[in-house]
């Protein structure tokens, strides 16, 4: 009797063992469930702080390119708004000068000009160059010499149909740069005195 009653307290012990060892496994399953799920939750946090981030700053950028954008159109309507009131500011001188050339051209024109004895060609004379353009804004002629050469401090003699003067060649400046002396074959702009037009030949007196 005493043997089968310590079979049982043996068995009944087992069976106790094998409950809590059951329920240990049970408990540290769940604890290990629990520790997935937070660490699973602080992931997605992480992600979701990541993506908000990542969100804010595309956000940021746009706005400061927009930003950019805008400036910068800002600029180039304040560039146009200067180069349109520029036009306008030399097309009113425009107007504003041209009135006085019809004068000139009803005195001129229907009569031969009428020169002062000191400013006819002379003998000694050399024709040099031609007019090719004139800068009327400016008082700037610009001058092909077709032979020979001048320096500066020369005098020429201007002859065309309604030009005709004489001046000291003061400065000559090629392609904007000043230059002392021009050689056949060259173009230089030369300040001028007086009106002178396209095709008014130059002396070297």
Do not use: C, N
Request: charged share 40%; net charge positive.
């Amino acid at each position: 009797m005493a043997v089968k009653k310590k079979a049982k307290k043996t068995r009944t012990k087992k069976r106790a063992a094998k409950k809590k060892t059951a329920k240990k496994k049970v408990t540290r399953k769940a604890k290990a469930k629990k520790k997935k799920a937070v660490k699973k939750k602080k992931a997605t946090k992480k992600r979701t702080a990541k993506r908000k981030a990542a969100k804010k700053k595309t956000a940021k950028k746009k706005v400061k390119r927009k930003a950019k954008a805008k400036k910068k159109k800002a600029v180039k309507k304040k560039k146009t708004a200067k180069k349109k009131a520029a036009k306008k500011k030399t097309t009113k001188k425009k107007v504003a000068r041209k009135p006085k050339a019809p004068k000139r051209k009803a005195v001129s024109r229907p009569a031969p000009l009428v020169v002062a004895p000191g400013l006819q060609p002379v003998t000694g004379e050399d024709r040099v160059g031609v007019v090719i353009h004139y800068y009327t804004h400016l008082s700037v002629a610009i001058i092909q010499i077709e032979s020979g050469s001048l320096r500066e401090g020369d005098w020429i003699h201007i002859k065309g149909h309604t030009s005709d003067f004489r001046q000291r060649v003061d400065s000559m400046e090629i392609e904007h740069v000043h230059v002392p002396q021009a050689t056949a074959g060259q173009v230089f702009g030369l300040r001028v005195t007086e009106h002178v037009r396209e095709h008014d030949v130059v002396y070297k007196v």
